[in-house]
Each structure stands twice: as C-alpha cells, then as structure tokens.
C-alpha cells in the first residue's frame, strides 16, 4: 500500500543526508539486505581458492547481475576486474570488496551529474506508477525541506485517482503543509494552476506536484504530462524547475523498465529509488545511473519521515560492497 504511516519527529533539526552519522547508518541500512547478499555469495566463490579464476569471475558476474546492477553494468565490473586485478590480490573477500568498492564507484562517478540550481523558488514535478511510494517520497521530500526553514506546498494533481488526492491531503494534514487539490477527474493542469497561484501568494519556496502513472496508456500520459508542463512553462516561467521520477527498488528490473517509459514521455531530471531498504536489488541505483544516464538523486531507506537521504556515488558504492 503506497500511503504507508511514517513517523514524524517535529524535534528533529538535521535533515536527511546533511553530514551527520545517522547518514551513514541509514544508508547502511537501506543496503543492509543487499549487501549481505553479494557478501555471502563472494565468501562463497572463494572459499578454499587461492587465486581469482575463470569460473569465480563468471560465478561473481552472475552474483553482480542478480543484485540488478544491470547485465552491462556486471560485464564491465567483471571485465575491469579480469584486466586490472593480479589474482594474488582478489583471493580474499575483503579485497574483492574493496576493489569491486572502487570499480563501482568510478562508474557511478562517470555518470551524469545532477543539475544545479541557484537561488529562487523551486516547483519540482514528481512522476511515477501507481503503488512505487510517489505519495510517501513527497511526504518525505516535503519533511525535508520543512526542516531546512523552506515554506512547502503540494499539488495534487493526480486526479484519476480519488486515493492519490486524499493519500496527499491526509499527508499535508499530518506535516501542516496546505494541499491545493480539486476532485477526482477534474484537469491536472488546472490543479496546477491554482497551486502555483497559490504559492506565489504565499510566498512558497518549495511546490511539490504529485502527477498520475498511467504507464498503460502512455499516449494519455503524455499528453498530461505535456499539458502540465505548458501550464507550468507559463505561469512560473521565473520559478527553478525540475522532474523527478520515484521508482521501487523492490521491483527490480520493472522499475528500469518504468524509468525508459518515462524518460520518453518526460524530461526527467533525477530519479527517487525508494524502498530500498526492502530488497536485496539495491545495485539498482546503479544500472540507472550507468545504463540510463540519469542521475539517481535520492534513496528511501526506511519508513520514517526523515529516512530520505542523498545520493553520494563514493559513499553509496561503500556501503553497497565495501
């Protein structure tokens, strides 16, 4: 069920991926599952081996494949290793680890770079499936900036589902965040109208718009999509703007699949894998990076409020296998 019960600590001050310890903790935690996977079936590949072989190489790309970090992803990882390693020094875990660590990393590092953005309202149009956790990602993303000072706002203009609008409104009800909606059918594009309207009266520094996924009838969708955007382009043409794809990094190879579907339909800026702290196919982050090109911007790592964190190329390579 998307609208999942968070909890909401109105004392906390730090927001999620600052550099604090809870950052490395919970990013640990997200890749908990995940990590202990690859790691198991590394112990396993070389146990009683003094040397890296053949038959281990092809053994840890199939491991490499199975965590989703993508089949081109694997063979590069797993190629660079054949040409770069002297055996010698990958025959233990940790210095498999290590150099898979520093392997992933350059990759991920290689990807491009999220946008950058200057000073000035931001209006950031979150898309995504049904069910991937959209509503709760922008409960989070909201959270996040409440705790940075920012005054927030939310669009529901996912109106072809009555459920998306009151998922949303019960969520700004909870954070204190006003809601703009209208009813169940009523035009996306007028929904964000009003919210733009709206924040620019009260001075808002952060709109979030919630959209619908209808990935089944792509033709409809773009054409949503495309109307939201002109409406936007329009009324906020001095508003800082951006889209961010939310995918569920419990699916696996469909949320790569969702992620090409939409990059066709929309210019996405940056994606939000959330749940990742659900699955042991968190090498997802990378396949999207590598094989999509599209910089991976945040991670869901748990079902608090505040367990969103950024995306550090280094630190998340670390986590994943180091």
Do not use: C
């Not at 590069?76 to 898979?100: C, D, F, G, T, Y």
């Not at 109208?193 to 001075?203: E, L, P, Q, W």
């Not at 990935?215 to 961010?244: C, F, G, N, Y």
């Amino acid at each position: 069920m998307e609208d999942e019960i968070l909890e909401i600590a109105p004392e906390a001050r730090v927001p999620a991926g600052d550099d604090s310890a809870g950052f490395w903790k919970k990013l640990k935690r997200g890749l908990f599952m995940t990590h202990t996977e690859i790691v198991e079936k590394m112990s396993a590949a070389l146990t009683g081996k003094a040397v890296l072989d053949e038959a281990t190489l092809e053994y840890l790309e199939e491991v490499l494949i199975q965590a989703d970090l993508g089949v081109d992803t694997a063979l590069e990882l797993i190629e660079r290793l054949r040409r770069n390693a002297l055996k010698e020094q990958a025959a233990s875990v940790e210095s498999l680890r290590k150099m898979l660590s520093d392997e992933v990393a350059d990759l991920l590092q290689a990807a491009p770079r999220p946008r950058t953005f200057g000073q000035g309202p931001m209006l950031t149009l979150v898309v995504g499936v049904n069910g991937v956790g959209k509503t709760t990602s922008i409960a989070k993303l909201a959270r996040r900036e409440q705790l940075r000072g920012e005054k927030v706002l939310l669009a529901a203009a996912d109106t072809f589902r009555a459920a998306a609008i009151e998922q949303l409104a019960l969520w700004g009800e909870r954070l204190g965040i006003e809601v703009v909606r209208q009813g169940q059918g009523a035009d996306p594009g007028a929904v964000v109208y009003d919210a733009i309207h709206a924040a620019r009266a009260r001075k808002v520094g952060q709109l979030f718009v919630d959209t619908a996924g209808r990935l089944h009838t792509k033709d409809h969708l773009m054409a949503e999509l495309s109307k939201v955007r002109r409406v936007i382009d329009r009324e906020a043409p001095e508003w800082q703007k951006r889209t961010l794809l939310v995918l569920d990094a419990t699916t696996g190879q469909n949320a790569l699949a969702q992620a090409k579907t939409f990059s066709q339909v929309a210019a996405v800026d940056g994606v939000l894998l959330a749940k990742l702290d659900g699955t042991a196919k968190g090498g997802m982050a990378v396949a999207i990076a590598r094989e999509l090109k599209l910089p991976v911007l945040y991670l869901g790592v748990g079902e608090k409020a505040d367990d969103l964190i950024d995306f550090r190329p280094r630190e998340f390579a670390s986590a994943l296998l180091g």
